[in-house]
């Protein structure tokens, strides 16, 4: 039987999330997707030369990532597409290594807000970036220890009847995974250093996140559904790349930013709250020789869509949503509203996202909190801090979020890059 696009699709995506471990390979692999498909890698500390119409991409902290495509002509302003490359995990502390009772665990604190449970029993790895020094000077290497080398058991049912009563999990003493035993000690730096091709004691600084080692899945009794580590919110990042891609705009110049630490509020140097939206469209705009007041009429005329997941109506929770506004998986693209504004989405921006849903024939549903239920954030509302658009919040239904593995709608995918591709290509000032 042949494949439908739409499945064809969802594998596409579910490959790059399942090599994409932590926040710095997510970047690391849309810089190769990008090199591969002619864009110029630009540096922060270095000048840039926009002379040439095509696409351009520039990283901060090897974490956020900001592609963009001139078309060459004057634009009129900006088509931005925003999304976040972290996903909630388990760091790893300084000098990790815990000795205890003839265990080896490892020292780990929570970013962001996870869902405790499922980190349990199944196999997990550790990755991120290590600093090194290389010829004198201080370089970054990406490393994932790509093997099942940790676990965290949970406590037998017999010493803990009341377990299915619900439990408080400690931090501190439950979300530490297992090593090994009194024999590794010291070891997992050796890992590292191996893995790296290093000595051991030679790097002088790190970021290590654990990550569960399952393999995404399609399942269903038509497959109709899809499950992985980091849906939320790598889903929105590899449709957004391919819609980018895929499209054509000369009236305006085409942005897909992909910021870190949204999970953790988003106010670091790299994510949404910091400077790097604002310093790309100085340095575009700059290159473009245009003054300060014809910025200021750019961005006027600029539209942003925050993708970021949304919450599917789940079946033995269905009280906890919305009396109306109840998206679902393979229902199509997800429009959010909040009063109070943690999203971003009005009048002006909803008809936006309705207008090319409807003239793409892209199906669309909404998602409000139910009315005595505080809900998420996402970064549309912070990024309008620094760089202020008319801007819509949407993303894809989803069940489990913030679970190492979440479920998602297979056709949903296919709807998302045709979102993109459109919303990309759209021209209209409003
Ligand atoms: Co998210």
Redesign the pocket.
């Known amino acids: 039987m042949k494949k439908s696009s739409k499945r064809n699709a969802a594998e596409r995506i579910l490959k790059k999330i399942e090599k994409s471990v932590t926040a710095f390979h997510v970047c690391a692999n849309l810089r190769e997707e990008l090199l591969q498909n002619g864009f110029t890698e630009l540096r922060e500390a270095e000048s840039w030369d926009l002379r040439k119409p095509g696409g351009y991409f520039v990283m901060r902290n090897g974490s956020s990532l900001i592609a963009f495509f001139l078309s060459g002509k004057n634009a009129a302003g900006y088509r931005v597409f925003a999304c976040?490359s972290d996903s909630p995990s388990l760091r790893l502390k300084e000098a990790p290594e815990i000795g205890q009772e003839g265990y080896i665990r490892l020292n780990v604190e929570k970013y962001g807000g996870l869902l405790c449970a499922p980190w349990f029993d199944r196999p997990l790895s550790v990755a991120g970036r290590v600093v090194i020094e290389e010829e004198g000077k201080l370089s970054s290497r990406l490393v994932n220890i790509e093997r099942d080398l940790l676990l965290i058991p949970s406590l037998a049912i017999h010493m803990n009847r009341e377990a299915n009563e619900g439990y408080k999990y400690s931090a501190q003493k439950d979300m530490l995974p297992v090593f090994g035993d009194a024999e590794d000690k010291g070891k997992l730096s050796a890992i590292i250093a191996e893995a790296l091709g290093v000595k051991n004691g030679e790097i002088l600084g790190d970021d290590l996140f654990l990550y569960v080692r399952q393999a995404p899945s399609f399942w269903g009794a038509r497959e109709q559904y899809i499950s992985s580590p980091r849906l939320?919110?790598q889903e929105c990042v590899w449709c957004g790349l391919e819609g980018l891609l895929a499209s054509k705009n000369d009236a305006f110049t085409r942005v897909l930013t992909v910021f870190d630490n949204?999970e953790v509020g988003s106010s670091t140097k790299q994510g949404a709250a910091g400077t790097f939206f604002a310093d790309v469209l100085d340095r575009i705009e700059e290159a473009q020789g245009r003054s300060a007041e014809q910025r200021q009429i750019a961005i006027a005329n600029s539209i942003m869509i925050s993708a970021?997941?949304a919450h599917a109506v789940h079946p033995a929770h269905v009280d906890k949503a919305d009396l109306v506004n109840r998206p679902h998986m393979n229902g199509g693209i997800v429009l959010k509203f909040s009063a109070n504004q943690k999203y971003t989405t009005d009048g002006v921006s909803a008809g936006v996202v309705r207008k090319i849903c409807r003239d793409h024939r892209i199906p669309l549903q909404v998602f409000v909190n139910h009315s005595d239920v505080a809900g998420g954030s996402?970064l549309g509302n912070i990024s309008g801090t620094q760089v202020s658009m008319i801007t819509a919040d949407i993303g894809l239904a989803q069940l489990a979020m913030h679970s190492p593995y979440e479920t998602a709608g297979t056709d949903d995918v296919e709807h998302m890059i045709r979102f993109s591709k459109a919303f990309f290509e759209s021209k209209e000032i409003i």
């Open positions: 976040h939320d919110d949204e970021d997941n996402t």
